[in-house]
């Protein structure tokens, strides 16, 4: 059975740091991308970052650009999302999502955790 687990959310103030990880088992991805969306009360969910199988390639959403880096490490099956400078609009519950029938990391990933809360008090 696949799973993904997210860890490392929790309530901080703006401008600090946070580091999300995700941990995939039932099978390997490493050939497959990961990443990260979020969903805020009241919105619809969001593309935050995604990586390549092998860290090649990564995509932000313009609103992280620069804050936020999306890493991986294939040997423990896990994605990363290092959150620097964090604003109060980015409360959120942030799940992370793979696809291992695509190269790119969309909506219509087959593979999601249950999400971990990330509130930023400003």
């Known amino acids: 059975q696949v799973q993904l687990v997210e860890s490392g959310g929790g309530l901080v103030q703006a401008g600090d740091s946070l580091r999300l990880s995700c941990v995939a088992s039932?099978?390997?991805?490493?050939?497959?991308?990961m990443g990260w969306f979020r969903q805020a009360p009241g919105k619809e969910r969001e593309f935050v970052a995604s990586?390549?199988?092998?860290?090649?390639?990564?995509a932000y959403a313009d609103s992280v650009k620069g804050r936020f880096t999306v890493s991986r490490d294939n040997a423990k099956n896990m994605v990363y999302l290092q959150m620097n400078s964090l604003k109060s609009e980015d409360t959120a519950v942030y799940y992370c999502?793979?696809?291992?029938?695509?190269?790119?990391?969309?909506?219509?990933?087959?593979?999601w955790g249950q999400g971990t809360q990330v509130t930023v008090s400003s």
């Open positions: 039932g099978r390997s991805f490493s050939r497959s991308p």
């Open positions: 999502a793979t696809d291992p029938t695509r190269p790119i990391l969309t909506y219509d990933a087959p593979f």
């Open positions: 990586i390549s199988w092998n860290g090649g390639s990564t």
